[in-house]
């Protein structure tokens, strides 16, 4: 746990900034009803639940959530693959216990990798007028802009269970774990965001369109996920090695790395509009800015387990991360949204 709470935590360092620019640039009220999924640690939900009426956190393990609670804030205990929205009914009060109190049997395998980020940031938007506030990023000298016009395509996919066999359950039967205080969970959000959630999910094709059918109409769905790059062009060969065995011990895991790429034609498969991308890159080593050490040592004896890595590469590495002048960008985060039409 301790090494999992250190990976959420990096991630959370390295790439929260980056996410609230992005979330506070959609423009939402302070009445808004927002869907956090994945939370993890919780540092957005948390965020979120400090500007906006009504947040829903869910998340299928919710033992590692960490951040202050705001009453304006509900955790949800529920996995996302089966659920639907909204619950039609709620338990009993005392039916489930405080989540955090509770142990899950959820796997994890879903969650164990994610994304580093870091310092430098691109943007594109088709539509620049409705866009998050972009321009509030940290100017960089490598910053890159888009104004990618997008079509798409819809695509279907499953995870932990294949999609034939997924039954959707209710909220309640999943296990809800704060009662609103009024008694009724949101009909449908005026904001859904997830982050380093649906890369890891086989079913994430599926998930965009339900997910955008949990929107009100003019609500926005923004879903940030890591795209790795090629580990052949790094140039330690050492990383080619590493980063490699990393994105194969993924896709075991039924992770897509590079999937984020097609994040805005399949929010515009998904019918919504307004669409727009930002990412922000990635850093591996240079020293105190290293974000990718929590990301690899947990994975480490998996990936010597298969063979994908020797015990002599496991020394290189450490010492490499010792000497600032090993610095490589092994992925960049992209986060791309769309807004249910009106
Ligand atoms: C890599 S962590 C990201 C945490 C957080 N979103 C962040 O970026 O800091 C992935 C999160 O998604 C949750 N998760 C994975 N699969 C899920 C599922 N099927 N349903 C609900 N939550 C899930 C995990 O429990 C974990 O909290």
Redesign the pocket.
Known sequence: MAAEQQ??AS??SS??TF?QSVLSGLGLTAEARCL?????????AGWLATRHADVVA?????T??AAPRPTTLRLLQ??????TWPPTRHPPPNASPPARHRS?D?S?Q??????DASDQACRGSSDPSDQPASNDQPASTDQLTSTDQLTSTDHAAS??QPASTAQPTSADQAGLVDQPASGEWPEAFDLIH????LC??P?RDDLISRLAGWLVPGGWLVI?DPYQLPAATSPYPLLQRLLAAYETRYGKHGTDLTWSRGLPARLAAAGLTNLGHAGQLGCLGNGPRDRWRPLIEPVLPELLDLGLITPDDVEQWRTALADPAFVDIPQFTLAAWGRRPR
């Open positions: 990976r959420l991630i959370q790439v929260d996410s956090e999924v994945g939370p993890g640690a919780g540092s957005i869910v998340d299928k393990d919710l590692t959530f529920a996995d996302l693959t089966t659920l899950s959820a994890d879903a969650c164990r990798g994610s994304s995870v932990d997830a982050r380093f959630v890891h999910l079913e940030t």
